[in-house]
């Protein structure tokens, strides 16, 4: 069982940077695959991007490469995102996300989702 509490977000301007961070309760946090996941209003949630037990591999969706970096400190059992270079589309509640593959649906626990909202 894994309990996951985020932290950040907030509002910004375009071009800003932001740092979510998601704290993980469970002693086999580092044995999970992280992931981060948005949903804007209107919109079905997106896999943002994710990052393997090890933190050796990391994945993102076209709209965040080069933007965005997920990383990680299996010691702290904490999962980063900073966002920088925002843009007003970045707008959406974002979530963390354990357990699950790249791309996929499979994802078994979640945070509780903070909103981040870039101004233009």
């Known amino acids: 069982q894994v309990q996951l509490v985020e932290s950040g977000g907030g509002l910004v301007q375009a071009g800003g940077s932001l740092r979510h961070s998601c704290a993980a309760s469970?002693?086999?946090?580092?044995?999970?695959?992280m992931g981060w996941f948005r949903q804007a209003p209107r919109k079905e949630r997106e896999f943002v991007g994710s990052i393997s037990w090890n933190g050796v591999s990391s994945y993102y969706t076209n709209s965040v490469k080069g933007r965005f970096t997920i990383s990680r400190d299996n010691g702290k059992n904490t999962v980063y995102l900073q966002m920088n270079s925002l843009k007003p589309e970045d707008t959406a509640v974002y979530y963390c996300?354990?357990?699950?593959?790249?791309?996929?649906?499979?994802?078994?626990?979640w945070g509780q989702g903070t909103q981040v909202t870039v101004s233009s």
């Open positions: 996300a354990a357990g699950g593959s790249p791309f996929g649906s499979n994802w078994g626990y």
């Open positions: 469970g002693r086999t946090f580092s044995s999970y695959a």
